[in-house]
């Protein structure tokens, strides 16, 4: 009995001392990066924004990984090798766009859009939380447990649908850090599941053999999240603040007790001209400029931005980063990077890159700076869309969700346009990486899992001209709409793209790694149906296209074809057991 207690007091003061360690380590890593004291906030829209074009760039203090590449755009370029071949190779990834705001169901922005009155956001909040001068977001990132959350299990099915990398959320602009964060404590493993969930997805694409990005997109927080300072303008709660307003000292006693609003919220900034106003837009960040009035705390935040970025490179050794934004990077001081101008990006990729380079011995790794112009070093993405033209200046991703980038009832599930959409990116060069919104309590519902189980059999079926290729001559060729080449509508794929119509005269095409020509027709033809595709004519002037044999990739037998002046004309097999589009292989 005596050595039981013994024991008993021994595990207590191990426990004990364990939970004092790593509450230690905490509150070092903050004391590395402390807050700076705010100035009393002004009355709202009395400041002008500071002008972010005659404001010099400010260089940040912000310590890297040893290497060859530095925090300057200048060194990054010169040593960065190029994209690597996988990316070039893989063409098609899953958005894993998941997170708390989730678990209010109503789409993209619920965190923001819970503060707006009206909104149906707010709507939702209301009626599932409470008001959100009582009951705001932290409560929300409090309750929620995703428990059916498997990523072993989800990075299966991505890869049984055709995946080759997953683009994983790690902060979204609600500011809640989905890993052991040392530098946010609103993070996954503090507050809500208490798991670290960047770690899980990590452990699991490794398994699989999956490569993974985690993405960021923090930036924006600063200026995002001034609804949550705000109040209800009419009705009983007219003029009580909502929970943004409030300090570390209210939460004493309270669940939330120690943890600092300030790191979840921010601070408010409405005094600023144009911020209130477009808070209240449907997506508008303030006007250009620059927080002039708050320029030890814009210091503070950029480099509280670049660490948490920079402590995921390090512990967690993703296959890429990605910034979101509208500009040329993160900290430009207009568009979504207003407020401050400074080199964080640059400190940020510096960084990954010199690990990337000690870890592999070659950095095989990028770099996505949203729709920032060529730069070597960097990725590009297309949100939404896809180019009109084949775009071959620099790699890039079109992005887009299934219904919104987050969870709302209602969402059209189509394998077909998922396929179409990846069709159109990869025949004018690009990748395409698409979302499909995880339910509150992770896990994907009946009609995701099976619009992802079409898209692989479509995969295995036609993947050599898909995976490893490149873009042919011209995109494609079809129906012309306002002397454009008909193409998949953009936006979120919804019904709009679910019922959009193609027939047998629309084509796209592809170069296989293996130098064949691949011509897919947008649709499936009826059995027997002679097809006919003008630009392999021998009169349609583009070279090399002397056709010597036509195959119909998943078809075992002989194709009718011939290749006359004004096209290559193929008959059909007398059946036709395909959906959404048919490729042929062109030799």
Known sequence: MKNKCNYQACSKSIFFFLVFFAAQLFLHAQDKNPMPAIPEAKPINSVQMGDSK???????????????????????????????????????????????????????????????????????????????????????????????????????????????????????????????????????????????????????????????????????????????????????????????NLTLADGKGKWWEGYDPRMLYGIDLREYDGVDK?????????PAGIFSNHLEYAKWYAKNWALRMMDVVEHYDPDF?????????????????????ADAMQHVIADFYNRTLKRRGVVNTFSIVK?????????NTEEFGVPEKINTDQTWIAEAPVGDWFYAPGFTYNSGMMIRYVIEAIARDGNAALCISILPDGSLDAGSLKMLKEVGVWMRRNGESVYGSRAWTIPGEG????????????????????????????????????????????????????????????????PGKTVKNVTLLGYKGKLQWKQESDGLYITCPATMPFETSIVFKVD
Not at 223 to 244: E, L, N, V
Not at 326 to 340: K, R
Request: charged content about 20%.
């Open 321 to 341: 980063i990605y910034t979101d934004g509208t500009v040329q990077g993160p900290f430009t001081g207009d568009g979504t990077g207003t407020g401050l101008k």
């Open 371 to 379: 729709f920032r112009n060529k730069t070597n070093g960097t990725v």
């Open 54 to 244: 005659s404001f010099p760039e400010m260089k940040l203090d912000i310590p890297i990984a040893p290497g060859p590449y530095e925090p300057t755009w200048e060194s990054i370029e010169k040593n960065y090798p190029g994209s690597p071949k996988w990316l070039r190779d893989a063409k098609f990834g899953i958005w894993v766009h998941f997170g708390p705001q989730s678990a209010g169901q109503s789409g993209d922005w619920y965190a923001r859009k819970l503060y707006v009155q009206g909104s149906l956001a707010n709507k939702n909040h209301l009626k599932k939380f409470g008001h959100p001068s009582e009951v705001g977001y932290k409560e929300v990132l409090r309750d929620w447990n995703p428990k059916k959350l498997d990523p072993a299990k989800l990075t299966k099915i991505y890869r049984d649908a055709g995946a080759k990398y997953l683009m994983i959320q790690g902060v979204h602009h609600d500011n809640y850090d989905m890993w052991n964060s040392k530098y946010q404590p609103w993070n996954s493993v503090n507050i809500g599941p208490k798991r670290d969930l960047i770690g899980e997805w990590a452990k699991a694409c490794r398994a699989d053999g999956m490569r993974f990005g985690v993405t960021f997109h923090h930036e924006y927080t600063w200026w995002w999240w001034q609804t949550a300072f705000g109040s209800d303008t009419s009705g009983d709660r007219k003029g009580i603040p909502y929970d943004g």
């Open 278 to 286: 477009n808070a209240h837009s449907p997506w508008s960040p303030p």
């Open 479 to 542: 129906a012309i709409v306002d002397g454009k080449l008909k193409m998949l509508p953009g936006g979120g794929l919804t019904k709009r793209q679910a019922e959009f119509k193609f027939d047998e005269h629309d084509f796209r095409f592809t170069i296989g790694k293996n130098n064949a020509l691949y011509a897919f027709c947008m649709t499936v033809p009826a059995p027997g149906t002679q097809l006919k595709i003008k630009s392999l004519g021998t009169a349609a002037g583009f």
